[in-house]
């Protein structure tokens, strides 16, 4: 597949994307379409808990979504709304999951979907949620990159297990300005820059790479062809 026309800036959930077959003139446009500040924040919540927790769900088949915990954002973070039973976790990703040099890092449009396997949600998703609490205390960009930094030093925050991987096949999912839904896909979390073990982005390779330096790990990609509500996927064009 040609990616000469794809752009991935992967931060703690949110990939973003700047859509193959896109122009030049219509990438600037959207660089420009940025978020310099942060929203208010009921402008990042969903009223309807219950609307929450059925988005997050749809990051996922339901044989997967079905017995995870979910999490919900409020005012002071994120919560648990329903416990799970089988070591999955879903929750809505915000946009400030992206990198902080991202343009949509402020964008209080983004709901991204998302439902980790176990390892991820025992030892990815405190990264997000520690940038959740900062954000919420009203942290600036610079701020919660030495934050993260400094509790990743400190092991303050635990070290990702091996085979940590997410879902994110939702239909609803509005990933960024430019991507907005995109394609259903998987992510797997690998330590460090790993990118060359995995045979990614090279000719004729399914697995696309993202280096996420902020959290220390590269989000390896691989589209699938239906969301998780089984429906079929615009087809990939190479």
């Given at each position: 597949m040609q990616?000469?026309?794809?752009?991935f800036l992967a931060s703690a959930f949110l990939v973003a994307v700047v859509l193959p077959g896109a122009t030049s003139q219509a990438r600037a446009q959207a660089e420009k379409a940025s978020y310099p500040a942060m929203a208010p924040l009921d402008q990042y919540l969903i009223a309807d808990g219950n609307s929450e927790i059925a988005l997050?769900?749809?990051?996922?088949?339901?044989?997967?979504?079905?017995g995870a915990?979910?999490?919900v954002l409020g005012p002071k973070g994120y919560t648990t709304a329903v416990r799970g039973t089988?070591?999955?976790?879903?929750i809505v990703e915000r946009s400030w999951g992206a990198a902080?040099?991202?343009?949509d890092f402020w964008n209080p449009k983004v709901r991204a979907p998302i439902c980790f396997n176990p390892p991820a949600a025992r030892t990815f998703v405190p990264i997000f949620l520690m940038k959740t609490r900062l954000v919420i205390a009203g942290k600036s960009k610079a701020e919660i990159v030495a934050a993260t930094a400094s509790a990743l030093?400190?092991?303050?925050?635990?070290?990702l297990e091996p085979g940590a991987m997410c879902y994110m096949l939702s239909k609803q999912q509005y990933l960024n300005d430019r991507g907005m839904s995109w394609?259903?896909?998987?992510?797997?979390l690998v330590a460090g820059d790993a990118a060359k073990s995995w045979g990614a982005d090279l000719p004729g390779s399914p697995?696309?790479?993202?280096?996420?330096?902020?959290?220390r790990v590269t989000i390896f990609l691989v589209w699938v062809g239906k969301w998780s509500d089984g429906t079929l996927a615009p087809p990939i064009v190479d």
């Open positions: 990616k000469k026309a794809l752009r997050a769900r749809s990051a996922a088949p339901p044989s997967v979504s079905d915990e979910v999490m089988n070591g999955f976790l879903c902080t040099d991202e343009p030093d400190k092991k303050e925050l635990p070290g394609h259903p896909h998987l992510m797997f697995v696309m790479a993202a280096a996420d330096p902020e959290e």
